[in-house]
T-cell receptor
Framework: GAVVSQHPSWVICKSGTSVKIECRSL??????MFWYRQFPKQSLMLMAT?????????EQGVEKDKFLINHASLTLSTLTVTSAHPEDSSFYIC?????????????FGNGTRLTVT | DAKTTQPPSMDCAEGRAANLPCNHS???????VYWYRQIHSQGPQYIIH???NNETNEMASLIITEDRKSSTLILPHATLRDTAVYYC?????????????FGKGTKLSVKP
């Protein structure tokens, strides 16, 4: 089955520093990838859509200058949390559709637990 | 996407079938029903999806009522590793658009 790999699985950083999270589609190409965020005891919320070769689109309320997304190849998207603050501590999850059909399901990475101290 | 309603929690004995219901009474004709699950501290895992017909794969079966207003996910022989939050989502662009609306889901606890 389709596999999405996410790295790192967890990271602790100091306030004010930047953190990069990688998302790779291992056995398929993904022109589009999606970044979600999940706070404790809450459900997943879509943050942004990463498009290969073009700018990402962000959901309302998500700062594009704070959450930088780069989708440089058909198998890799990165999310950089810039100048991280404790309120950015969350579980970040990427996903990608594996099939060419509009109804193809999403496959998710195992998430990155970010803790900002 | 149509709203879905699921019970907040369910228990199931290990080895028995787990039947997870989902109501989607406002589902439109081109919306599929998707099921995902999220084991604690992991990313969601795709389980199965369907439009009108019942579907079965190696993980589960999906039973959709004829009027498509509700569905049931069946795990035929639940194991402890099936303990997770199960999400039922109605969407006509389940994968390509990405904006799957994850509600609160059903927390399934499989007990020995």
């Amino acid at each position: 089955g389709a596999v999405v790999s996410q790295h790192p699985s967890w990271v602790i950083c100091k306030s004010g520093t930047s953190v990069k999270i990688e998302c790779r589609s291992l056995d398929f190409q993904a022109t589009t990838m999606f970044w979600y965020r999940q706070f404790p005891k809450q459900s997943l919320m879509l943050m942004a859509t990463s498009n290969e070769g073009s700018k990402a689109t962000y959901e309302q309320g998500v700062e594009k200058d704070k959450f930088l997304i780069n989708h440089a190849s058909l198998t890799l998207s990165t999310l950089t949390v810039t100048s991280a603050h404790p309120e950015d501590s969350s579980f970040y999850i990427c996903s990608a559709p594996s099939g060419g059909l509009n109804n193809s399901p999403l496959h998710f990475g195992n998430g990155t637990r970010l803790t900002v101290t | 996407d149509a709203k879905t309603t699921q019970p907040p929690s369910m228990d199931c004995a290990e080895g028995r079938a787990a039947n997870l219901p989902c109501n989607h009474s406002t589902i439109s004709g081109n919306e599929y029903v998707y099921w995902y699950r999220q084991i604690h501290s992991q990313g969601p895992q795709y389980i199965i999806h369907g439009l009108k017909n019942n579907e079965t794969n190696e993980m589960a079966s999906l039973i959709i009522t004829e009027d498509r207003k509700s569905s049931t996910l069946i795990l035929p022989h639940a194991t402890l590793r099936d303990t997770a939050v199960y999400y039922c989502i109605a969407s006509n662009y389940g994968g390509s658009q990405g904006n799957l609306i994850f509600g609160k889901g059903t927390k399934l606890s499989v007990k020995p």
